[in-house]
Each structure stands twice: as structure tokens, then as C-alpha cells.
T-cell receptor, first 115, second 116 residues
């Protein structure tokens, strides 16, 4: 597809389980970002990957959260031992090298509900 | 501390009215960038505009215009002759030069409803 693709679009899980959320960026985009959107906190930056550089993980809220990007393309955000406060929409975005700074192309998000 | 405040949580207007969405930011950096994004009901955020801290010129794009004033730390967004398709949540965001690209600080958003 032409845009950023995220899966699953909806995920319901039980507290304590692990979840994986997937992001397929726009082809050719070297930068990839994860954000979290929740009612109470708004949009929060989680992590940023750029090419082969070390990722900026400064936004990850705890060590239960991790992300990887394989082959410079697809990324997986993993949340271990989920808690109810992890319920949110997880948004992935990508951008190309040389594109306008901060011009991100977002996917539709993965809605996570932790029961 | 870095912060973006969008004081208007929800605004409702009737089609063809003009509407201004307010954005106030806080930063200690002299080099920074300001953005507006639109989030329609489908959920995908769409980039609208970027402004750097050295460029205070107002910008107009069709029915959209932006007013950047460093003296009041504001970056307001005006939609002229609003249309139903403008209904969305609008986010203002800030990025400082010391942060990595894409590490944006977003406001909580303003939900705009345009009624026919």
C-alpha cells in the first residue's frame, strides 16, 4: 500500500499478557516513529528509528516497552506484562530522509485494550 | 519545560463561519519548530504546516492561515469559510532543535465540529 500500515487495528488482551504491534512504513522511508495516544495523556512520543543509527528510546515509559526495526523497514512494538494503563492507540509514523523536518506520515493506529 | 497548550477542547461552528484554533507554547530553546496536524475521524494524523522559530511570516494556504507570534509564544490556526470536511481534531506541536527529528511535543488537541 501507499501509506503506513499497522496491525492489528484492534487488540484486546488480558492484564499481564504480552502484545506485539506491527508497523510497515512507507516504502523508502528511512525514519520510523512510534507514538501513543490516550485520553488522559494526549499524543506521546515513544521511540524513533533512523536508518542504522541507535534509536532514540527516550519516550518509552518503562522497561516493559521495547521496539525493534528489522532490515530498516518493518517495526514491532512489544509491550510485556500489559497493564490497564497501557490501553491506548499506538500510532506509527514514517518519513523520508531529506523530507521536511517533522513532517510525519502516520498510520491509522493500533487500538490496544487491556482488561 | 517544553509544553504546548491548546486551551480550546472543543469548538462547534456552522458551515461558512471562520474559526481560529489557539496554540500557546513554552520552550527555552531559541531554535525550534512548530507544527499543526489534523486528525480526521479515520484516525490518521495529517501534516498541515511547519514553522521554524526564525520565520515569523504568516502563511496562507487556501482557506487555511497561520499566525506565528514569538512575542506571545502563539501559533494560531484560522480556517476561513469552514466546511463540514474540516471537522477533525487539530493538534499543535513543538519540536526543539536538541531533540531528535520526529520527537514532537503535542498539545491535547482541539476538536472542531462544523455543522451544515
Amino acid at each position: 500500500g501507499a501509506g503506513v500500515s499497522q496491525s492489528p487495528s484492534n487488540k484486546v488482551t488480558e492484564k499481564g499478557k504480552d502484545v506485539e504491534l506491527r508497523c510497515d512504513p512507507i516504502s523508502g522511508h528511512t525514519a520510523l516513529y512510534w507514538y501513543r495516544q490516550s485520553l488522559g495523556q494526549g499524543l506521546e512520543f515513544l521511540i524513533y528509528f533512523q536508518g542504522n543509527s541507535a534509536p532514540d528510546k527516550s519516550g518509552l515509559p518503562s522497561d516493559r516497552f521495547s521496539a525493534e526495526r528489522t532490515g530498516g523497514s518493518v517495526s514491532t512494538l512489544t509491550i510485556q506484562r500489559t497493564q490497564q494503563e497501557d490501553s491506548a492507540v499506538y500510532l506509527c509514523a514514517s518519513s523520508s530522509w531529506g523530507s521536511d523536518f517533522g513532517e510525519l506520515f502516520f498510520g491509522e493506529g493500533s487500538r490496544l485494550t487491556v482488561l | 519545560a517544553q509544553k504546548v497548550t491548546q486551551a480550546q477542547t472543543e469548538i462547534s461552528v456552522v458551515e461558512k463561519e471562520d474559526v481560529t484554533l489557539d496554540c500557546v507554547y513554552e520552550t527555552r530553546d531559541t531554535t525550534y519548530y512548530l507544527f499543526w496536524y489534523k486528525q480526521p475521524p479515520s484516525g490518521e494524523l495529517v501534516f498541515l504546516i511547519r514553522r521554524n522559530s526564525f520565520d515569523e511570516q504568516n502563511e496562507i494556504s487556501g482557506r487555511y492561515s497561520w499566525n506565528f507570534q514569538k512575542s506571545t509564544s502563539s501559533f494560531n490556526f484560522t480556517i476561513t469559510a469552514s466546511q463540514v470536511v474540516d471537522s477533525a481534531v487539530y493538534f499543535c506541536a513543538l519540536s526543539e532543535a536538541g531533540r531528535s527529528q520526529g520527537n514532537l511535543i503535542f498539545g491535547k488537541g482541539t476538536k472542531l465540529s462544523v455543522k451544515p
